[in-house]
């Protein structure tokens, strides 16, 4: 869509912009030592900034360039500092350009070494095609922008903000974006020393798109991204982000020693970054979170809708010795219009939560590190990748890791799926890992007789094959009713340490390789000397 493409250069180019702008002025190593305002501060300010937005943001070289308009200005205001930087302008590639204009920064030293610092972004910004004509603007109703700059670290330790009534409108048809309102909030206290905690969250409320032709084609009531980190050390991340020691490759050398120069450089490259991510961080989660959404597609009438959506995962213990993994997906209130499959199993709730328990950090490090790191130029990447699983296989097994199901839930119209249990890695089991997961379905016999009357029912493979499969699943199960009285059907799925499959107690492993030896395609050839 033209309004998200819109919105999306618009937006990120100004608010980049602003804030990098911002960590320019207040790295100065002038501002930094002194937190006294002065006129000879400000005049050398000037200079300062005029250096840094050449090399930050530069006018060739790049798919985007960036055209300053003068110098900046900067004036005393009591204990603070006025800033407005030189009028902007962000070319594309494409000849297409956004006419920025003149961001506003209000910056103010503090004993402790840090600095306040505000942002107000200017509005509307134009968006200018490369015949120079005016497509569409990015409009910003109100906004509010504070943050707390700490120049040791280069970076914010704590930031609040707010946007509302955001609109990315087309001059040349109906096509716009609307946003209510944008927040952000990041709060990093240093615990323990020299590294940083602390949440972050991001909202976004009542999101509208309308296409070329008028008509809204998405809507989200709200999304939220939170994050926390613990005890992580900004001054490495920084330095991992920044990093750009690649070397180009050299052009063909007769000798040889050109192509192994640039080999030797690559591999060095890749080994500080790998340096820097070890012991980056303590832990990590996130969890994203959106509600009532809505996607339609104007030319066929098919739709999509859901009422809420989860998304979150989690690590902890990065610093101990074993490590904790988890992720989660949840959603409710699921609808697809036309129906991919029978609409009495679409899945309208759904919710996964898995966690990875005593996960041995420094063996599986190694192992990353010898799939990531420098390795010898006569390895192909599949010899790699068996080396990496192996190592990890073992690291696994030596730890007695485990997976927990912690829930597996499936609702659809006629039935309902519940899936907990666990496996865990053992280097003396026969396939490596012991597993053992319980299983109950609800309303088998229901979706049964509800397909059956269903008006396409009738001569309908996709029916009958469902039927099949329904049959199927109620035979190796154990029958019986739940508290309300609904049909129900209970598993035992086991994996033990012979490498047998258990399902219910009976071992199902000749019935499934009969299964596998069965199937379409499969060819019979003589086996190696080791497998008779």
Known sequence: MASISIFNTAARSAAITAIALALTAASNPVWAENA???AEAATALIGSLDAGLRQWFPPTGSTTN???????????NGASYDVDLPSLQINGEDGDRVEVGVIKLALTPDTDGSWSVGIVLPSPIALLNADGKQDGELA??????????????GTFIKAEASYGD?????????????????ALRSDLDE????RWTGPSTVTIDRLTAIDEHGVMVARL??????????????????????QNDTPTPPGKDATGKGKSSHIKATQAAVQRRLDILHNLLAGA???????????????????????????????????????????GYEHSGLKIVPSPGPQEFLPEKVELNLAAIDLPNANLWAAFT?????????????????????????????????LRVLALRLDTPAATANLKGEAQFDEKAALGVVASFDMALRGLETAAARLQAAPTAKGSDETKNTLGMISMIQAFGTPGKDETGRDIRTYKLELDGLGRILLNGADMSALLQSGQDKEPGAKVGKRKKSEQ
């Open 191 to 194: 615990q323990p020393a020299g």
């Open 370 to 402: 010898k799939l990531f790191g420098p390795s010898p130029t006569d390895q192909t990447d599949d010899q790699a990748g068996q080396i990496f699983s192996q190592q990890v296989q073992t690291a696994l097994s030596q730890a007695g890791s485990r």
């Open 285 to 327: 989660s996130t969890k994203l979170r959106i509600g009532e959404l809505t996607m339609t597609a104007p030319g066929d009438g098919g739709a999509i809708s859901v009422a809420q959506v989860t998304a979150h995962g989690g690590i902890k213990g990065l610093d101990q010795g074993k490590s904790e993994l988890t992720i």
């Open 221 to 242: 009531g709200s999304i939220a991204l939170d994050a926390t980190v613990t005890g992580m050390d900004i001054a490495h991340a920084i330095t991992l982000g920044g």
């Open 36 to 38: 006294v305002v002065s």
């Open 140 to 153: 910003i109703g109100t906004q509010n922008f504070r943050g707390r700059w700490l120049p040791s670290l």
């Open 66 to 76: 960036y055209r300053w308009d003068g110098l900046p200005k900067v004036t005393v």
């Open 166 to 182: 955001l609109k990315a409108i087309s001059r040349k048809d109906p096509t716009r974006l609307e946003i209510g309102s944008i």
